[in-house]
């Protein structure tokens, strides 16, 4: 009866050594998700912290690209459309609260006009005037009409002034970004890895 009773005692030690070792187990495990949760949460941290430095070397890159566009958009309206209708349909085709197309087509036309005047001495200055004080719409007519003996095509020549001015923005605008593109370069990215991190960050798809 005692080895019986020895046994038994010896049995409920094991088996309360073995609860023991599995709480401690189970401790420890908890204890190994929570340092794992803490070092991913970290890690992810470091990683969010790292892609927004570098998104941020290529924002000048993107903004410049963004104008590029735009300014390509407006090329190809220009080209397409005759003098008149080119601010509506600049209108129509890119809406802008803040843009008036009319008074800026104008204002690239009378500095143009004002080269061939004062720079060229091409045109009269009476010509010059006219464009002043007619709207962008009917610049060519009036001229034609004013002037109809002119051997050239006034159509041609306001058309000829706003194709060079955006020829030279968009010149520009990629001159920028070769610019903002050597600097990654020269910080030892590559521009595509860079624009990748980007995209991904501001969620640009």
Same mark, same amino acid.
């Given at each position: ?73 407006? *090329? =190809? #309206? !220009? ?5 008149? +209708? /080119?601010?509506?349909? $600049?209108?129509?085709?890119? &809406? %802008?609260? @803040? ?28 010509? *010059? =005037? #006219? !464009? ?5 719409? +009917? /610049?060519?007519?009036? $001229?034609?009409?004013?002037? &109809? %003996?002119? @051997? ?29 593109? =050597?600097? !990654? ?21």
């Amino acid at each position: 009866m005692a080895d019986e009773n020895q046994k038994l005692y010896i049995e409920m030690q094991m088996d309360e050594l073995k609860e023991s070792l599995e709480s401690e187990e189970d401790a420890l495990q908890a204890i190994n998700e929570a340092r794992i949760a803490q070092l991913k949460a970290t890690a992810a941290k470091n990683n969010r912290e790292k892609n927004a430095e570098l998104a941020k070397l290529y924002e000048n890159a993107a903004e410049y690209e963004k104008e590029l566009e735009g300014f390509e958009k407006e *090329l =190809e #309206i !220009i080209n397409a459309n005759k003098l008149k +209708d /080119i601010s509506n349909v $600049l209108a129509q085709m890119l &809406p %802008d609260d @803040e843009r008036n197309y009319p008074q800026e087509l104008k204002a690239v036309v009378v500095a143009g006009w004002t080269e061939f005047v004062e720079m060229d001495k091409a045109h009269p200055v009476e010509q *010059l =005037e #006219i !464009i002043k004080e007619t709207d962008f719409e +009917d /610049i060519a007519e009036k $001229l034609s009409a004013t002037y &109809p %003996d002119y @051997e050239g095509d006034f159509e041609t020549n306001v058309k000829n002034i706003l194709l060079k001015r955006w020829d030279n923005l968009i010149a520009i605008k990629k001159e920028h970004i070769e610019e903002e593109i =050597e600097e !990654i370069y020269i910080a030892g990215l590559k521009p595509s890895f860079v624009k990748r991190i980007y995209k991904e960050f501001h969620g640009i798809t």
